[in-house]
């Protein structure tokens, strides 16, 4: 299964500028997902960040590993039919812990972004590894914990 931006604003809330997933792929419910971004250089953050070395933000990176960590958690709840498409809360980082920035992430690249479920506390407290290539190129990686306050 494949999603696209309007498949994947039908399960997490985020909305341009702030969506940051291109398409999400292999989502292994309850396990693992792939997702892409497009890296262009009309990027709204490339205005400021640098204007002669344009570099995506580390913390952005980690938005989109966040983001794609959206889509498997609310596709995981949905399979297991605790919320129903569309009717996503919000999901709420608590920590991030171990990133690393190895590679910087620019204009023109597609940024491949691994993120699996290490840990989960019923429905509501979740911890994530994200890993994001360029390539086959490391370039960023984090632990994450997230927290959804409620599911309908």
Not at 30 to 41: L, T
Not at 43 to 49: K, L, M, N, T
Not at 55 to 62: C, F, K, S
Not at 88 to 102: G, L, P, Q
Request: with cysteine.
């Amino acid at each position: 299964m494949i999603l696209y931006s309007e498949d994947i604003k039908k399960i997490i809330p985020h909305r341009y500028p702030f969506l940051m997933l291109d398409r999400v792929e292999n989502i292994e419910i309850g396990k693992s997902c792939v997702a892409y971004k497009n890296v262009s250089n009309n990027e709204w953050f490339f205005q400021g960040h640098f204007p002669n070395y344009p570099v995506m933000p580390g913390v952005l990176i980690i938005e989109a590993m966040a983001q794609a960590a959206g889509v498997l958690a609310f596709s995981t709840l949905i399979e297991e039919k605790v919320c129903k498409p569309g009717s996503s809360d919000f999901v709420y980082f608590t920590s991030i812990e171990n990133a690393k920035f190895r590679r910087p992430i620019v204009p023109g690249d597609v940024v491949r972004m691994v993120v699996s479920i290490d840990q989960r506390r019923g429905n509501k407290f979740w911890k994530f590894n994200g890993q994001a290539f360029v390539g086959d190129t490391l370039a960023d990686e984090a632990d994450f914990r997230a927290m959804i306050p409620e599911t309908k």
